[in-house]
């Protein structure tokens, strides 16, 4: 930056004539500079000629907050990652070209590659070597996200220490590079076709020697709640300038959330470390910023949220809200997400209500005609992009999916690739989506597949984000732009997705999550007159009431509801293989699965012996940690449905398992000896309960397979493929599988 006078300040000014002040050296920054021959450097405070100190300059700025933690007992510790560029021109080449066409010193991306160093490895030893004889503590060096871009970090310190090496550091890189005939720029975004260039700040609070942030306490979850409350009002001092705003773009790794999570870099807020390490990193200054009152700026609003108590609806990890780019929710409402295997927290979400609703869908229709006009060659590109992104965050997904709902790990990485599945598979039909003409008397009637508008999404919690891109993906291909809304108890890979889409490059708008009740949210989407499409999946009584609301105002409605699906035996099936997998069909994901078949039928003549076959494979069903290997099934969604499951259990069991013991949600794999009227062989569990009845021959296992209201899917064991079809033909079923348990293929 060039240092010419800024007018309008009070202290120093034409005006006033610029005045000199007092400079008060703090001889503890008293230093020797290696690379500068025989020079030494002392930072000094600023102060009147009174000798009393100038509060406004950032030195004392900063000072006065440390102060101010001092007396609530704290240490700040402080510690700030650097991203800047190195480029091949001098500083005086760089002028002459007015800053434009510079060459990076590495030509292309080398992200986080030992290569990205090792090409430029003469300069940045220097700096290492130059910054460590200078009492800087160097801990690495490495290449970052764009060509040229590199990254030196030291260790953490006080927050006054950690500003004045940081200051120090930037001084003497650029002085460095002047030497060896290169430049450095730390602007937040030198070329807006560059990655931009951040000052990641991880912060702490220490008392008697030791991080209070340990275990994620109070403390820490009101010192980044006051962090999050206060960043919009504090923004000058991370993003100091004109330039620092061009960096915070989707899918650069600026953050452009108010969102905090672990081990999410497109969050604003990071929580990193564990025990004595845990600390909170802000991810949204830049590399240009002041050190002294950014650091400042973020002690002062933690010390805030401390101070006045600021609980967890004041720092999300995830925003209820997701429109675009996403904004947190200040509905005063809150909701934890639980573990169902441990029972404990592992997100606090502000709740959405009927306004943020609104806000969403107001985001969608104003997204609409955009995306609607994109090429369908781009926007099939675009939906790749998702399906890939899926991939490559696909355990990261799967963890949290499993966290989220309890199912085990395997189960959820079999459908996060299913999500990517239906990404790529709905990517290949945008331009494939065929109008028809028909030759009339006089003329030719054409027929155009247009998008709808806005459509509302609104998915269970037993299968939440494979079940959301059912929806997603066709919604999506055909141009139109969604409100999803997710399950309450499962709202987190959903709200992951829309990360991940803006990270594709779907503008914002054009995928909006917000979470919230059904009797709210969802019920704002149905009756909403901008929302032109229900997508719904959920239990038939609440299908009914989304029919009847979506009616009002004449919308189109998909419903896919409940289930209860019939396990059909014949005698002459493979008993061995019929046995072995029926357990899969309707324990796996606890039985939380409309297409779980949970009604056994079996042919009489052939009871005993696969009953037997039966309970010894349900015996061998492992039920456990739903992050563990080898596990089969973990526990139930929730502890009021674990009571509505057992409520439902009636008649003579057969078999039940054991379920691990401590906290979690469990309830054991369990065999019923019922009849068709029993209430557990006709209402839908919704748990790993299994109805087995007995049928005499063909006719009456086709009529107990009907008498029930449902007809979603089932199966059919037979070595007869006339008996196959004829009974598949004769069964009031939508999906059915021959001699397996499949429903579900992409």
């Given at each position: 930056?060039?240092m ?22 703090d001889?503890?920054t ?6 500068l ?10 102060g ?39 480029l ?6 760089a ?43 160097i ?17 953490f ?13 930037k001084?003497g ?6 030497q060896?005939?290169c ?17 990641h ?14 275990g ?13 409350a ?18 915070y773009a ?12 672990h081990?999410?870099r ?10 004595q ?16 009152l ?26 209820g ?12 409402m ?10 404990k ?12 609703t609104?806000r ?91 998008a ?18 059912w ?5 999506l ?8 809304k997710?399950?309450?108890l ?51 009584e609440?299908?009914?009431r ?22 059909v035996?014949?005698?002459?099936a493979?008993l061995?293989k ?11 994901n ?7 078949r ?16 039966l ?5 061998r069903?492992?039920?456990g ?8 099934m ?59 009845i ?19 899917s089932?199966s059919?064991?037979?070595r007869d ?5 004829r ?20």
């Amino acid at each position: 930056m060039e240092m010419e006078p800024v007018p309008g300040y009070e202290m120093a000014s034409w005006e006033r004539g610029y005045g000199d002040f007092d400079m008060q050296p703090d001889f503890a920054t008293l230093r020797r500079v290696p690379w500068l021959e025989a020079t030494a450097m002392v930072l000094c405070d600023v102060g009147w000629h009174d000798g009393k100190p100038v509060r406004p300059s950032p030195r004392q700025v900063l000072r006065g907050q440390v102060e101010r933690a001092r007396k609530l007992g704290f240490e700040p510790m402080f510690g700030s990652e650097l991203e800047f560029y190195l480029l091949k021109e001098t500083y005086a080449e760089a002028f002459e070209r007015r800053y434009r066409d510079l060459t990076p010193s590495v030509p292309y991306n080398l992200d986080y590659h030992v290569l990205a160093t090792t090409y430029s490895e003469p300069f940045i030893r220097a700096v290492r070597k130059g910054m460590k004889a200078a009492g800087i503590a160097i801990e690495s060096s490495k290449g970052e996200a764009w060509p040229g871009q590199q990254e030196i970090n030291f260790r953490f310190s006080d927050a006054l220490t950690m500003a004045d090496n940081h200051v120090v550091y930037k001084n003497g890189i650029k002085e460095m590079a002047h030497q060896q005939g290169c430049s450095v720029t730390f602007m937040a975004k030198p070329d807006h076709t560059w990655i931009g260039s951040s000052c990641h700040i991880h912060s702490s609070l220490w008392k008697e020697g030791r991080n209070t942030f340990d275990g994620e306490s109070e403390t820490f979850r009101q010192y980044l709640a006051g962090q999050i409350a206060c960043m919009s009002e504090l923004a000058i001092f991370v993003a100091p300038n004109i330039n620092s705003y061009k960096r915070y773009a989707a899918g650069t790794w600026a953050p452009t959330t108010l969102a905090w999570g672990h081990d999410n870099r497109t969050c604003g807020f990071r929580i990193v470390g564990h025990g004595q390490h845990l600390r909170a990193e802000t991810r949204i200054p830049g590399a240009d910023v002041n050190p002294y009152l950014a650091f400042a700026a973020l002690l002062a609003a933690g010390l805030h949220g401390i101070e006045n108590k600021l609980d967890r609806a004041g720092a999300v990890r995830q925003s209820g809200d997701r429109v675009g780019a996403a904004t947190p929710v200040r509905t005063g409402m809150t909701l934890d997400v639980i573990n169902p295997a441990t029972e404990k927290a592992i997100a606090h979400l502000d709740r959405a209500g009927a306004a943020e609703t609104d806000r969403a869908v107001a985001a969608a229709k104003a997204a609409f005609p955009a995306w609607r006009a994109v090429k369908p060659a781009d926007r099939a590109r675009l939906l790749r992009r998702v399906a890939s992104l899926v991939e490559q965050h696909g355990e990261e997904l799967a963890r949290l999916e499993t966290a989220n709902a309890g199912k085990p790990l395997g189960d959820s990485r079999w459908e996060m690739g299913m999500v990517a599945d239906v990404f790529h598979f709905y990517a290949g039909a945008i331009d494939k989506h065929y109008g028809e003409t028909i030759p009339v008397a006089g003329g030719v009637d054409m027929t155009f597949r247009e998008a709808l508008g806005v459509v509302g999404l609104i998915v269970p919690w037993n299968f939440p984000l494979m079940l959301a891109s059912w929806k997603l993906g066709p919604a999506l291909a055909c141009g139109n732009t969604v409100v999803l809304k997710p399950a309450e108890l499962t709202p987190l890979t959903a709200l992951r997705f829309a990360e991940i889409a803006l990270e594709a490059g779907l503008p914002e708008g054009v995928v909006n999550v917000v979470v919230g009740p059904g009797s709210t949210v969802g019920e704002r989407l149905i009756a909403h007159p901008d929302v032109a499409k229900i997508g719904f999946t959920g239990s038939t009584e609440v299908g009914q009431r989304v029919m009847e609301g979506a009616a009002k105002t004449i919308k189109r409605v998909t419903l896919e509801l409940g289930g209860k699906s019939a396990n059909v035996i014949f005698a002459d099936a493979d008993l061995e293989k019929a046995a072995s997998s029926a357990p899969g069909s309707v324990f796996g994901n606890a039985g939380q699965d409309c297409c779980a078949r949970s009604r056994i039928l079996v042919q009489k003549s052939v009871y005993e012996r696969f009953t037997q076959l039966l309970t010894d494979a349900t015996s061998r069903f492992k039920v456990g940690d739903p992050e563990a290997e080898g596990t089969d099934m973990g526990p139930l969604i929730s502890a009021s449905h674990r009571k509505l499951v057992a409520s439902i259990v009636d008649g003579k069991t057969m078999f039940k398992g054991t379920v691990p013991s401590g906290p979690g949600f469990w309830f054991p794999c369990t065999l019923i000896e019922a009849s068709s009227s029993d209430r557990v062989a006709r209402e839908e569990v919704f748990g790993p309960v299994a109805a087995i009845i007995p049928f005499e021959d063909e006719a009456d296992g086709i009529r107990i397979a009907n008498d029930t209201p449902y007809g979603l899917s089932g199966s059919i064991w037979t070595r007869d493929a006339a008996r196959a079809m004829r009974v598949a033909r004769a069964i009031d079923t939508g999906v059915l599988a021959l001699n397996s348990n499949t429903s579900v293929r992409v």
